[in-house]
């Protein structure tokens, strides 16, 4: 990706047809965030993207289902560390289980 202040922003994209280069008025990226600033050297970041990029971090919450696990059907806990910030533990760790109420047994 190119941005130069004279031109409108350029963007060089592998296609089934071989490269393409668009040409746009604007460019909106979207993808997640450790990813992009792991490759920030493939983007054009001026100072200010770059030290905005340092500020966020990443995280990643999974999802399971659990059985058979003797608890109450109306059992509910929520994990969480005192020593992190808002309380919200370091993953990957158990962040809640819930039961679910349709399907009894399940959580």
Known sequence: ????ESQQPC???DSPEGPK????????????????YD??????LIEDDDSLFKQFFANGYCTGIIKNTGLPANFTATG???????GIPMLPGLYRIASVPALRGLF
């Open 1 to 4: 990706m190119s941005r130069q």
């Open 11 to 13: 963007v060089l994209v």
């Open 21 to 36: 280069l668009i040409i746009a008025r604007k460019v909106l990226i979207t993808a997640p965030l450790i990813k992009v």
């Open 39 to 44: 490759s920030r050297d493939n983007f054009d």
């Open 80 to 86: 969480a560390d005192s020593h992190q910030p808002y």
